[in-house]
């Protein structure tokens, strides 16, 4: 069910940025984008999410192209604690039965 | 901002028993919390949305008599696994979405892992 498209795997140099791609081409006009990670054995943490502007936080940064078809969270400067799994969401649903689909993320691996 | 405490972070129980996992929301009030279930080296798959005051709604594919999700008050829901089998060992994960603090959205909490033997 999940309605977005990651690279599988992705490596990055430290203090380099780090530009992680998602595909959402069936978005719909009034779905969010929310981007989460996750550190082996923990649950997800927040990162960032969006609707149509690009969005900016002490975390990242998220682009999303005019069309709403796809959109890259930006960690401007990787450190080796950005290791982990990164999921793209469009959430499913809206109001309070809105939730969140998880597909399978980009295994990020922040290298010295 | 948000917290959602998950308790046990940890548990282990034998073939047949049943586990209660505790979700809460801290500083805030959740309407909606939801039910992940994550085996090794995969994603998160969503088991059920948790409405407090009502029943439960289950994904497809999920029993709802062998995960039963209790939401009596606005900060607590409970997944108890009953008659647990070591194919229910996994990493149990609930979220909350949180509409009071920013950032809103969905907060999770930091897993159950669960090991039947």
């Known amino acids: 069910d999940a309605k977005t498209t990651q690279p599988t795997s992705m490596d990055c140099a430290e203090g380099r940025a780090a530009n992680l791609p998602c595909n959402h081409s069936?978005?719909?006009?009034?779905?969010?984008v929310y981007w989460y990670r996750q550190i082996h054995s923990q649950g997800p943490q927040y990162i960032i999410h969006?609707?149509?502007n690009n969005e900016t936080n002490e975390m990242a940064s998220l682009i999303i192209t005019e069309d709403r078809k796809s959109s890259t969270l930006i960690l401007p400067h990787a450190t080796l604690r950005d290791t982990a799994v990164y999921y793209c969401?469009?959430?499913f649903g809206s109001g309070n039965t809105g939730k969140l689909i998880f597909g399978q993320g980009t295994t990020l691996q922040v290298k010295p | 901002g948000a917290v959602v405490s998950q308790h046990p972070s940890w548990v282990i129980c034998k073939s047949g028993t049943s586990v209660k996992i505790e979700c809460r929301s801290l500083?805030?009030?959740?309407?909606?919390m939801f039910w992940y279930r994550q085996f090794p080296k995969q994603s998160l798959m969503l088991m059920a949305t948790?409405?407090?005051?009502?029943?439960?709604?289950?994904e497809q594919g999920v029993e709802k008599d062998k995960f039963l999700i209790n939401h009596a008050s606005l900060t607590l829901s409970t997944l108890t696994v009953t008659s647990a089998h070591p194919e229910d060992s996994s990493f149990y994960i609930c979220?909350?979405?949180?509409?009071?603090?920013?950032?809103?959205?969905?907060?999770f909490g930091s897993g159950t892992r669960l090991t039947v033997v």
């Open positions: 979220s909350a979405r949180n509409e009071r603090f920013p950032p809103y959205g969905y907060t």
């Open positions: 948790s409405n407090e005051g009502s029943k439960a709604t289950y």
């Open positions: 069936t978005i719909s006009g009034n779905e969010y």
């Open positions: 969401i469009v959430r």
């Open positions: 500083d805030f009030q959740a309407t909606t």
């Open positions: 969006g609707l149509k």
